[in-house]
């Protein structure tokens, strides 16, 4: 199942982007509203309808901020409008050189907001298009014949960009070992518990219903773990873990919930048909051959399937459900489906 937001961030990068992004039109609301007043009081009337243009569309995006599932989309937006008016001051021939030192936050913000490929492609753009200003400004003054002073600020530029884009890089990469790590049953690689849930409400949202869920128990594992160790215990949980694998769709998601406890969550599926895939799964635990030393460890699951048309109350009440009839399935003397 795919973790991911609908554009590719994960929950972490959305959350941090946004906050970034709040913290920016803020600061181009203040802004806009001192160059209105400016604007204003030297009479430069022009100006201050596109400063207030930018402070209304500011206030505009931080209303639908918290709740819009477009973050990328307009922080793209509020990016291109914000470099394109940067670049627009630096071709204003009533700006001093003082203001080309924006180019270093460049990199910086977009990297932070649109990620290493789209924040690095776009500010490599916008430095490209500042350079061009620069020259065309100042590419007769005196400025230009000092080697020193323009190696000076290509190196700074370039260490800016690097900087910013190795370190979205190595932080990108980092918050995906996290959320893998936080996600995942680190002894069967499968999903754990809060990447049930989390998948559960995906599924409910997205009305991928009827949802079905599967609950599966191996029989006497507590003897696997005696007769045989502990380790050999663990290896045959990896081993339901692949069988369980093998049996489902890109769809949907297998869990270990604990212990010797494991459960799939089938969306769109009806009863009937998680059944079956119950059983099947059942036939091929039955059929594993798990070898320790000499001897063939047999395994057998009992399993209890629940499914929701509707489950508006949440996961719990349909795993108590499934849980209900795995136990009916135990209770019938194991190796068998219930549901
Ligand atoms: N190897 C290993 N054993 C575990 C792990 N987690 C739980 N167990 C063991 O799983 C066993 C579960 O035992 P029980 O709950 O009695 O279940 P059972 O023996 O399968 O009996 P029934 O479910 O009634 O058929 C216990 O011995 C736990 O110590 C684990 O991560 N690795």
Not at 313 to 329: C, E, I, S, T
Request: hydrophobic residues 45%; neutral net charge; proline residues 3%.
């Amino acid at each position: 199942m795919n973790q991911g937001t609908p554009e590719g961030d994960s929950d972490l990068s959305q959350r941090h982007r946004r906050e970034l992004l709040r913290l920016l039109l803020w600061f181009t609301v203040l802004f806009s509203v001192g160059f209105i007043a400016i604007n204003f009081s030297v009479g430069k009337y022009g100006l201050m309808a596109i400063e207030i243009a930018v402070a209304v569309f500011a206030v505009w995006l931080l209303t639908i901020l918290p709740r819009t599932p477009n973050l990328r989309r307009w922080a793209l937006v509020y990016m291109v409008t914000l470099l394109s008016g940067t670049m627009f001051a630096f071709a204003s021939p009533a700006t001093s050189i003082t203001v080309f030192s924006w180019i270093l936050v460049m990199p910086v913000l977009t990297h932070l907001l649109l990620g290493r490929w789209l924040g690095g492609v776009l500010s490599l753009f916008y430095l490209v298009l500042s350079a061009s200003i620069f020259c065309w400004r100042f590419g007769t003054t005196q400025l230009m014949d000092t080697p020193g002073s323009i190696a000076n600020i290509v190196t700074v530029t370039a260490c800016a960009y690097l900087f910013s884009h190795v370190y979205e890089a190595s932080r990108e990469r980092a918050e995906q070992q996290l959320s893998v790590m936080a996600l995942t049953d680190s002894l069967t690689g499968l999903a754990n518990r809060t990447q049930l849930e989390q998948s559960f409400s995906r599924a409910v949202l997205q009305r991928q219903l009827p949802l079905s869920l599967v609950m599966i128990d191996l029989d006497y594992f507590k003897r696997i773990n005696d007769e045989h160790g502990h380790a050999t215990g663990d290896a045959v949980l990896r081993i339901i873990a692949q069988a369980m694998r093998e049996h489902i769709r890109e769809s949907d998601l297998a869990c270990r919930l604990g212990g010797e406890e494991f459960c799939l969550l089938l969306p769109s599926t009806n009863p009937q048909r998680a059944r079956r895939l119950a059983d099947r799964l059942r036939e091929d635990i039955e059929t594993l051959e798990c070898r320790h030393e000499d001897a063939v460890l047999k395994l057998t699951a009992s399993i209890g399937v629940a499914t929701a048309s509707n489950p508006t109350d949440g996961l719990d009440p349909m795993l108590h459900v499934a849980d209900q009839n795995l136990y009916r399935a135990k209770f019938a003397g194991r190796n068998c489906v219930v549901g």
